[in-house]
Structures are given as structure tokens and as C-alpha cells.
């Protein structure tokens, strides 16, 4: 699956249709389409163009009922899954065995909660992820919220290879600009938002180029357009094989980000909730039995030792103090432990991790907290122990055989035959 996402009229339906080699999707200056587009080879003569449903029946495409995820983030929007996506077939070889979607025009200012959810839900799913830009707009610092969707939150996940940055319609600056000036701020920009190493792609349509009178400057501009149109067609091409590695890669990072860091960052935080729950608590109690004994000891001299009045009491009626007794105690220390849980997870939000990791190390912190889970029992996180540590470790093992596996059909670094 490889998705298509970019900034309004960034010639993202442009460079489709020179792709699939059809006039497939509307192009313009303005946004012409507000649809997520779905597009992938055809079983019939003609293009076909079919509504958001047949996708969200379809458990073959990646958004099958994706209108109950819109309806949980905006009320009554997935009943309008057809507002949001639609499914287009041709046959073009080109498409054989690949899955395009083709975004509307993403400005983070103005997008509903809807459509940043189908955003991330794509990205997440994609096995290449071409992200345009407008060249013919030098003043990346205005975008700064695209920017951040866009490139800030993609640039620290574990699949961050697959995501390809592309200035288009670089000639449009040629007249006007100097290109390379447009480029040096463009990646000004994007390096602000951590993408600091990588590929970056500057293109423009070959069928729809403007004439550029300067011989040099245009060739120079051909030369590169079909250096990069070239390149990343070849990553298109490749996604098959990358998507194996891509899938293994991911999953021996991510084993490894929860052996190395989510787990001693976990269990250190729950350390710092027992301390700060023992602290409170013992400070609170001893409170309380301060005040106790001091009104056991009205006016200066004993009252009698004040559980005696206690003593006096029915069987019935000590049972039921003490039981109400132990409830409030109970009370009480769950409210300080809540205490302190919130305590440590306000740190936690500001910590240096990656947002997605972050995320989840307060669900986690969050989830070993509960009620039933004792402030006494070890720092370990929840569910953490040496079976959990096994497997991980079974994981990584059975990542590096597979990608020798994968290997072993394209490389031998021995020189002899494969079997």
C-alpha cells in the first residue's frame, strides 16, 4: 500500500496520473477533491469510480469499517463515509499488486478530527509514504502545524524509512526564484522538525512543465526531476521487497525500544509512585493518629485510653465500626495513591521520548496503577517477568533468522549457489 499525502494543489493527483498513465484524478490550482481516493488495478475495460461503502464492507482494503472509528471521534460523521472516501479501478500495469490512496489536501489548521484520523490510520498502514510539498510557496515557516503532522511526528517512528519527502513542481520557482534557494528553505524547515538526514526529492510533471528560457537552468531542472522521478519510481517498484524487511525491521525495533526503554522507564516510574504513595500515606496516618491521641488527652492530663469506649461496645456494633473503620482507611489510601499516580504521570508526559512512545508508556504507568494492583507488590511492571522477557528475546532471535531468510534470495555473500 502506498500512500499519497501533501499540502493543498502540491500536484499530488498530478503525479498519479502520470504515474497510471490516465487523466484518473481531477487536478488544479485549488483543492479540486476532498476525498481520501483508493486506487488500485481494475477488473474491467473502463475506470470505475465506486463509493466510500465498498470500501468500508470490504475487509480486503485498509479502511473496512473505518466508519465506526470516524463515528467514535465525530459524532455522526460515519454514517457520511462517503464524504470522506472513495474507490477508483483501471487497468494499469502499473497498478498490479499495489494500493495507491491519494489524499485530499492536508492543512492541520482546518482539518476536522475525522480526517486526521484516517491521516494516521493510512500512515500507519502504508509500506511507502510519499509526502509532497508546493514549491511554488518558499515560506515553509506559515506551515508550521502541516509541518509537525507531516514530518515532526514521522521522523522517530521505527518505519521511518518509508516515508519520502518531495518538493514538487520545482519549476514553477525558476522564473522568479532561484530554485536552490527554495530548496535550502525547504529543508531549513524540515530539519527544524527533526528530519535531518534522508533523501529529499525535487520534481515537476513532465507532460505540464512551463517553459524555461534560461538552456542551462532548464536542464540543470530536467536533469534532476528525472534523476528523482526516477528514484522514486524504483522505490514504488521495490515496495514489495522493502515491505518484508520494513515489517521485520519495525518489529525488532519495536521489541527492542520495549526491552531497552519502555520497561526500565516503566518500572522506574512505578518505583516513584510507591515511594511517593508510602510518603504520603505514612505522613496522612500519622496525622490522623496525632489527632487521636491528642483528643485522647483533652486538657492536659489522660482520658482513658481512647479505644476503651470501643471496647464497651456490642460484638454487632465493633464489628461494624471496625469494618467502616477499614473502609475509610481504604478510602483513603486509594485516594493517595491516585495522588501520587497523577504525580508521576504529569512528569511522564513531558518526557524526551517520541510521541507515540510517550503515549504509551502513560497507558501503561496508568494501567499498573489501578486499584487492585498493591503499591506494595514489586517495582516490576505488571505482567513483566521472565516468561514476557523469553519471548521478546525469541522475537529478536527469529527477526535476524528471517531476514537471513530474505537474504539468502537475493544476496550470497559466500559466492556459491543457493539450494
Not at 500512500?3 to 500536484?11: D, E, H, I, K
Not at 520557482?173 to 536552490?180: I, L, Q, S, V, W
Not at 524526551?352 to 494501567?367: G, I
Request: glycine share 6%; aromatic share 10%.
Amino acid at each position: 500500500m502506498i500512500s499519497v499525502l501533501g499540502t493543498f494543489s502540491a500536484g499530488k493527483s498530478t503525479f498519479m496520473n502520470q504515474y497510471v498513465g490516465e487523466q484518473l484524478q481531477r487536478t488544479g490550482n485549488q483543492a479540486v477533491d476532498d476525498k481520501f481516493t483508493v486506487i488500485c488495478y481494475g477488473a474491467g475495460d473502463t475506470t470505475t469510480s465506486l463509493p466510500g461503502l465498498a470500501l468500508d464492507s470490504d475487509p480486503r482494503f485498509p479502511f473496512y469499517q473505518i466508519s465506526r472509528d470516524i463515528e467514535n471521534v465525530a459524532a455522526g460523521e460515519g454514517r457520511r463515509v462517503d464524504s470522506y472516501l472513495q474507490l477508483k479501478t483501471v487497468q494499469a500495469e502499473s497498478l498490479r499488486g499495489k494500493i495507491f490512496i491519494d489524499s485530499p489536501g492536508f492543512d492541520a489548521d482546518l482539518q476536522r478530527n475525522s480526517t486526521l484520523l484516517i491521516t494516521d490510520h493510512i500512515i500507519d498502514l502504508s509500506d511507502l509514504v510519499l509526502v509532497f510539498f508546493d514549491a511554488r510557496h518558499p515560506e515553509p515557516g506559515a506551515m508550521l502545524d502541516t509541518l509537525k503532522h507531516l514530518v515532526g511526528n514521522t521522523v522517530q517512528r521505527p518505519d521511518s524509512t518509508k516515508f519520502l519527502y518531495i518538493l514538487n513542481q520545482i519549476d514553477n520557482t525558476a522564473r522568479e526564484d532561484n530554485p536552490e534557494e527554495v530548496v535550502a528553505a525547504w529543508q531549513r524547515a524540515l530539519a527544524q522538525q527533526g528530519l535531518t538526514a534522508g533523501r529529499f526529492y525535487r520534481i515537476y510533471a513532465r507532460d505540464v512543465a512551463l517553459p524555461v528560457e534560461d538552456t542551462q537552468l532548464r536542464e540543470r531542472l530536467e536533469r534532476k526531476r528525472d534523476e528523482d522521478l526516477d528514484a522514486i519510481e524504483a522505490r514504488i517498484r521495490q515496495v514489495e521487497v522493502e515491505r518484508a524487511y520494513r515489517v521485520v525491521g519495525v518489529l525488532e525495533k519495536t521489541a527492542r525500544q520495549i526491552r531497552d526503554v519502555l520497561v526500565p522507564r516503566l518500572a522506574d516510574a512505578r518505583r516513584r509512585w510507591r515511594r511517593r504513595t508510602f510518603w504520603l500515606s505514612g505522613s496522612v496516618f500519622a496525622v490522623l493518629v496525632g489527632l487521636l491521641l491528642w483528643w485522647s488527652w483533652q486538657g492536659g492530663h489522660w482520658q482513658g485510653f481512647y479505644l476503651m469506649p470501643f471496647a464497651r461496645l456490642e460484638l454487632e456494633l465493633q464489628i461494624a465500626v471496625a469494618a467502616i473503620a477499614a473502609v475509610f482507611v481504604l478510602f483513603l489510601h486509594g485516594k493517595l495513591r491516585q495522588l501520587a499516580g497523577h504525580s508521576v504521570l504529569r512528569g511522564l508526559q513531558h518526557s524526551d521520548l517520541p510521541e507515540r512512545d510517550r503515549t504509551a508508556l502513560q497507558r501503561a504507568f496508568t494501567w499498573n496503577v489501578k486499584a487492585w494492583w498493591s503499591s506494595l507488590a514489586s517495582a516490576a511492571p505488571r505482567g513483566w517477568g521472565l516468561f514476557q522477557r523469553r519471548k521478546l528475546e525469541n522475537v529478536l532471535a527469529e527477526a535476524d533468522d528471517f531476514v537471513q531468510s530474505l537474504n539468502d534470495q537475493y544476496a550470497s555473500p559466500s559466492g556459491r549457489e543457493q539450494p
